[in-house]
């Protein structure tokens, strides 16, 4: 268990896809040993979200209420107050939590909007957090700048796979995604990058997404699998939902794929029953956003999340 020193076979995308078509059982069998290769398969990762910048976001991400370019009710918001990030990070500790993640609804960061990134993650890291800020793209130097401050993972997404990208978003491109994540590689943070299920891609497209993911060199720490939450009033609204099953097939692909990183099953949670979750969790799944509210989009309370770890024997990570 825990053996972090054993190289990571990196698979084909032929190899992705034959486990996508295993039958479940064998699936899950095979992420539950890839799994417990490497980790105690009773501890789960409990992170924090916290946004600090909501709405008016000049990007056209097509399953984002915070888009300036979808009427989804989120009002543009100034950006959170410092002392109010303190008391946020400071209940999230209390009530468990390891890790907080603060997210702005920007393209990217201008200059004055990180010096004041750069204060919140002092502050919570003074606390005995761990840091993770997803801010947008990053320019040169920027990177460096939060790793000065003491942040200790950058979350960037990929979203999905390179053929399906361009019907979810044309405001910024697949490269412009991987170049921000080798700035954040190259100046020493950890690494969090995952994607979303649901938008309607196939599942040649949801293994195409894991084969980048897997494809990243080193291999991200942290591998955030959300589930689409539709919103009324985003492009994606109306989207066909995903099968329950092929969300767990997605997980423990990942889980096989990734073998070294944190899996997180992430925004939909609150949509997932608690039999749902716990397939989640036997698929590999070890790490989940905690607290009542996502950004904008609400998740389970932190009581639930209590009752069903104890029903399932769980303790944080
Ligand atoms: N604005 C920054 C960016 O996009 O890089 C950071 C915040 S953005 C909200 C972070 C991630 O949240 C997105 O990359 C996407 O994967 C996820 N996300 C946003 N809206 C979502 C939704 N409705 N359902 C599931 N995931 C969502
Ligand atoms: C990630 O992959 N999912 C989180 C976090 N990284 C920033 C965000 C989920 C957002 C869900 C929609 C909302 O609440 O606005
Ligand atoms: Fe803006 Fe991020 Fe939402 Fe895209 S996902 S619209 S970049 S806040």
């Given at each position: 268990m825990n053996d972090m020193t054993q190289p990571v076979a990196r698979l084909s995308m032929a190899g992705i896809e034959a486990l996508f078509a295993l039958p479940f059982a064998d699936l899950l069998y095979q992420a539950q040993n890839v799994h417990r290769d490497r980790f105690d398969p009773n501890k789960i990762q409990l992170s924090t979200l916290l946004s600090i910048k909501t709405g008016g976001c000049s990007?056209?991400?097509?399953?984002?209420?915070?888009?300036?370019?979808?009427?989804?009710?989120v009002d543009k918001q100034p950006m959170m107050k410092l002392d109010d990030v303190r008391a946020a990070a400071s209940a999230a500790r209390a009530a468990g939590a390891s890790r907080f993640c603060m997210g702005a609804a920007w393209r990217g960061p201008k200059p004055r909007d990180l010096e004041s990134v750069v204060e919140m993650v002092r502050e919570v890291k003074a606390l005995g957090l761990e840091t993770c800020a997803t801010l947008g793209m990053l320019k040169d130097g920027q990177a460096e700048q939060l790793k000065a401050a003491g942040l200790d993972y950058y979350n960037h997404n990929l979203d999905t796979a390179p053929d399906f990208y361009g019907d979810v978003i044309t405001t910024r491109d697949y490269q412009d995604r991987l170049d921000t994540l080798e700035r954040v590689r190259q100046a020493g943070l950890n690494v969090c990058c995952g994607g979303i299920v649901g938008?309607?891609?196939?599942r040649t497209q949801r293994a195409g997404l894991i084969a980048q993911l897997a494809a990243?060199?080193?291999?991200?720490?942290s591998v955030p699998i959300n589930l689409l939450v539709?919103?009324?009033?985003?492009?994606?609204?109306?989207a066909e939902a995903l099968e329950p099953l092929e969300f767990v097939r997605t997980i423990a692909v990942a889980r096989i794929a990734l073998p070294k990183s944190l899996v997180r099953l992430s925004a939909g949670r609150q949509q997932m029953g608690d039999v749902m979750q716990a397939l989640c969790f036997l698929a590999g799944a070890n790490s989940i956003f905690y607290g009542d509210k996502l950004l904008t989009t609400g998740n389970p309370e932190w009581e639930r999340d209590q009752r069903l770890f104890d029903a399932l024997g769980l303790t944080p990570l």
């Open positions: 990007e056209n991400c097509g399953y984002c209420p915070q888009s300036a370019h979808h009427d989804a009710g938008m309607g891609e196939s990243l060199d080193p291999q991200p720490e539709r919103v009324e009033g985003t492009p994606l609204a109306d």
